[in-house]
C-alpha cells in the first residue's frame, strides 16, 4: 500500500509539536476540537412567542425560581429514659470509636432512629446472648489477621444507669460495624498504595449490618464473622497462620525475675522455682529408677518444655532456652504481641483477598501478577492454567476485577501516542510507503497508525476484552519465546497469554482451539460470550499451591513495604524477595497455523479505515519478532517500534514453547 507523504509528514508533524502547513494547523485545530471534552452551556431563555425582540429592547428573561428544598423531618425524642438517653449520646459530639466515619455514624443514627432508639446489645442492665456472641468474635479478631485493639470492647458497670447503657450499647455497635468494614477490605487506603489498585469493594453499610446481627441472636458472632472472606486461598491462608502463632500462651500473668545468665538444659539457678510455680510445675524433678528426685533449682526438661511452649506462644524461636527476650516476654505476659515477620507476611496476602468479590463465581478468570500465571476456574474446579506475561514495573499491570465480554480473533491494533512520539523521527523519512507494515490512517482530524491483523501484530492472533477503566485485557503476542523466561514483567499493563487460544477453548464454549485457529487471515471478527466472565487481577506474594505447599514471591512492584506500614506490621519499611517457585515442566508445542496473504480487496479496504478516536487509557505495546528487530537495527530507514528496552538484556535462547 502506498500512503500520501503528505499524510506522513503530518502525522510527523503533530507529534512533535510543529505546524508545518496551514493545512495541517486546520487538522490539529480539528484534532484538539475533537478530543476536548464537551463543554455544556445552557440555552438561553427566548423572549415570549407574541412579543419582536425589537419592540422590546429591555427585555429580560427571569431568572427561574428554585423551589424550595422539603425541610428534614426532625427526629422525634423518645419519650422513655433508656430512648432519651440514646438519643441524646447519638447528638453528642464525642467519638464513639476511632477510625469511625462520619458516614458509618450517621449510619448507626438512622438504625437507632428506625427503632425508636431502643439499645440493641443491652437489656435489664446486662449484655445480651447477641452482644455477648459479637464481643467474643470481636475479641478473636486476630484469627483473621485482624487488629483486636481496634475494636475496643466497652465495659458495662454492674448496676448501669440509662447514659452508661446507652455509651455501652452505641460503642458496642461501632465496633462491629468498624469490624464488618474492615472484614470487607476498608482498612487501607489503596489509593496511598497505588493508583493502579481499584478494586471494587463491596464495604456493607453500618445500617445493614446491625440489622443483621440484631436478628441473628445467639449466632451473631458467626454473621459478624462471615463479612471475612470464605475463599479457599484466604482460608488456607488464615490455617497457616493459626500453625504458625501455635498453642495460646500458658502464663497470662506476668513474671519478673531476677538478672542472671541464659538457663539451658541442666543448669542449677535460683530462678528456677519462680519458673515451676509459674508454670505450675512440681517443686522439683521427680525420680526415676536410676537417681532420686532432683533438686528444685535443675532447670530440666519439664521447664524447658513449658518455657518452649511460651516461646511459641509468644511468637518467639521455641528453643527452651530461658534467654533475655524470654524473660521481657514473661515479664509483659498480659499484653498482645505485635505479629511477626512470617504473620505479617500472611496478613498482608490475606488482606488482598479483601480486595477480591466475596462470590469470585463458579466460573472465572485469576491472574495472579508476582507469579506470572493465569488459571481459569470452570464449575468452582481449576481447568487450566497458563503462563502470561505482565506489566514491568514503570507500566504496572492494575489490579481489580471485571468482566469479559467477548474475543476479537485477527485484531488491529492503533498505536497509543506514547509510541507514536517515540516514531516522530523516522516518520519524515518515509514518503509514499507503507511504514515498516503500519498504516496512516485519518479521517476529520484524527491521525494515528494501524497495525493490520497479521502474525506480527502486536496483539497476536486473539485478545479478550472485559472493559475496565484502565483499557488493558488479555491477548496474544508475536514474542512466544519471552514466555520461557522465569521472570515475565515485559508488558506496559497487559496481560499477554501463552497459548491463548486454549485459554479460549476455555472460555468460549461454541468455539474450540481447532475451529478458532481456521479464523486466522479472514479478517477481524468479534466473537461474544454467552455470559459474562468474571476476571480477577490479583497480586498473591504467598500463597498456599494446589499441592497444599506455601509458596513465597518476589514482590514484583513493591506493594508488600507499604501494606505492612498502612497496617501497623513489622517489616514496612522494606520489601524481602523470595525465590520463584519452580516453573511446572515444559511441553513440546503445537503447529500454530501460518495466516494466509491478505486479498488484494481485504487491502485495499484498510486504507479507508480510520480510527474514530485516539487511543487513551494504557494501551497494550508489544515488540515484534527479534529477527526484524536485529534487521531494523542495521538499516536507517526501518522503524522503530515495541518496547523501550525489552531486548536489553536479549532473553535466553528459547527452548520448546509452552503450553498450559
Known amino acids: 500500500m502506498r500512503v500520501p507523504r503528505s499524510s506522513l509528514m503530518a502525522l510527523a508533524a503533530f507529534l512533535t509539536g510543529t505546524v508545518a502547513s496551514a493545512a495541517m494547523a486546520a487538522d490539529t485545530a480539528a484534532l484538539d476540537t475533537s478530543i476536548a471534552p464537551p463543554v455544556s452551556v445552557s440555552p438561553s431563555p427566548t423572549p415570549p412567542p407574541d412579543s419582536a425582540p425589537s419592540a422590546l429592547p429591555d427585555y429580560k428573561p427571569e431568572a427561574p425560581v428554585a423551589e424550595p428544598a422539603p425541610a428534614a423531618a426532625a427526629p422525634v425524642v423518645p419519650t422513655d429514659p433508656q430512648g432519651a438517653a440514646v438519643s441524646a449520646r447519638l447528638a453528642d459530639p464525642a467519638p464513639l470509636l476511632l477510625r469511625l466515619t462520619t458516614k458509618e455514624r450517621d449510619a448507626i443514627r438512622a438504625f437507632y432512629e428506625a427503632r425508636a432508639s431502643k439499645s440493641l446489645w443491652v437489656a435489664d442492665g446486662a449484655w445480651t446472648e447477641a452482644a455477648k456472641a459479637v464481643t467474643a468474635r470481636l475479641a478473636a479478631a486476630v484469627e483473621d489477621g485482624l487488629d483486636a485493639s481496634a475494636y475496643t470492647i466497652p465495659n458495662l458497670p454492674g448496676k448501669p444507669d440509662e447514659k452508661a447503657v446507652a455509651d455501652a450499647d452505641l460503642r458496642l455497635s461501632a465496633a462491629a460495624v468498624l469490624y464488618a468494614r474492615d472484614a470487607r477490605g476498608g482498612r487501607i487506603n489503596l489509593a496511598s498504595i497505588s493508583r493502579l489498585i481499584t478494586p471494587h469493594l463491596d464495604l456493607p453499610a453500618g445500617n445493614d449490618v446491625l440489622t443483621k446481627l440484631g436478628d441473628a441472636g445467639a449466632k451473631a458472632g458467626d454473621v459478624l464473622q462471615g463479612y471475612n472472606p470464605a475463599t479457599p486461598g484466604y482460608l488456607a491462608l488464615k490455617a497457616r497462620l493459626a500453625s504458625l502463632r501455635g498453642p495460646a500462651p500458658v502464663a497470662v500473668k506476668p513474671l519478673r525475675l531476677p538478672s542472671g545468665p541464659a538457663l539451658r538444659l541442666g543448669m542449677h539457678d535460683p530462678r528456677v522455682p519462680l519458673l515451676r510455680a509459674h508454670f505450675g510445675l512440681d517443686n522439683r524433678p521427680s525420680g526415676t529408677f536410676d537417681q532420686g528426685p532432683g533438686e528444685p533449682d535443675t532447670y530440666d526438661s519439664a521447664v524447658a518444655d513449658a518455657v518452649s511452649k511460651f516461646q511459641r506462644g509468644r511468637g518467639l524461636p521455641a528453643t527452651g532456652i530461658l534467654n533475655v527476650q524470654t524473660v521481657l516476654a514473661l515479664a509483659d505476659a498480659g499484653r498482645s504481641t505485635r505479629p511477626t515477620g512470617g504473620e505479617a507476611e500472611l496478613i ?53 476485577s471485571g468482566l469479559m465480554e467477548y474475543a476479537v480473533v485477527n485484531p488491529s491494533w492503533y498505536v497509543p501516542p506514547s509510541i507514536l512520539k517515540t516514531m516522530a523521527p523516522k516518520l519524515a523519512g518515509y514518503g509514499g510507503k507503507t511504514w515498516g507494515g503500519y498504516e496512516v490512517v485519518r479521517r476529520g482530524g484524527h491521525i494515528s497508525l494501524r497495525q493490520p491483523p497479521g502474525e506480527r501484530n502486536a496483539l497476536g492472533f486473539i485478545k479478550f476484552m472485559f472493559p475496565n477503566q484502565h483499557a488493558v485485557y488479555l491477548h496474544d503476542t508475536p514474542n512466544r519465546s519471552l514466555f520461557s523466561a522465569a521472570k515475565r514483567d515485559f508488558s506496559h499493563g497487559c496481560v499477554r497469554v501463552d497459548d491463548p487460544f486454549r485459554l479460549a477453548d476455555a472460555v468460549l464454549p461454541d468455539w474450540s482451539a481447532e475451529r478458532l485457529k481456521k479464523l486466522i487471515g479472514k479478517g477481524e471478527r468479534t466473537l461474544r460470550l454467552p455470559e459474562k466472565l468474571p476476571v480477577h487481577l490479583a497480586y498473591f506474594t504467598a500463597y498456599m499451591d494446589d499441592s497444599g505447599t506455601y509458596r513465597t514471591l518476589p514482590d514484583l512492584y513493591g506493594y508488600d513495604a507499604p501494606m505492612r506500614a498502612a497496617l501497623g506490621l513489622p517489616g514496612g519499611g522494606g520489601a524481602a524477595v523470595a525465590r520463584l517457585p519452580d516453573e511446572a515442566p515444559r511441553r513440546k508445542a503445537e503447529a500454530v497455523p501460518t495466516p494466509p496473504k491478505a486479498h488484494s480487496a481485504q487491502r485495499r479496504s484498510t486504507h479507508r479505515q480510520v480510527a474514530s478516536e485516539w487511543p487513551t487509557g494504557r494501551y497494550e505495546e508489544a515488540a515484534p519478532p527479534r529477527r526484524h528487530l536485529r534487521r531494523a537495527a542495521r538499516a536507517d530507514d526501518a522503524p522503530e517500534y515495541g518496547e523501550p528496552g525489552l531486548w536489553t538484556p536479549a532473553p535466553q535462547q528459547a527452548g520448546p514453547r509452552s503450553y498450559w
Open 348 to 400: 498482608v496476602n490475606m488482606e488482598r483477598w479483601r480486595w477480591l468479590p466475596g462470590d469470585l463465581g463458579p466460573d472465572y478468570i485469576l491472574v495472579n501478577v508476582p507469579e506470572y500465571r493465569l488459571r481459569a476456574y470452570r464449575g468452582g474446579v481449576l481447568r487450566d492454567e497458563a503462563r502470561v506475561i505482565v506489566g514491568k514495573p514503570d507500566s504496572r499491570t492494575p489490579l481489580f
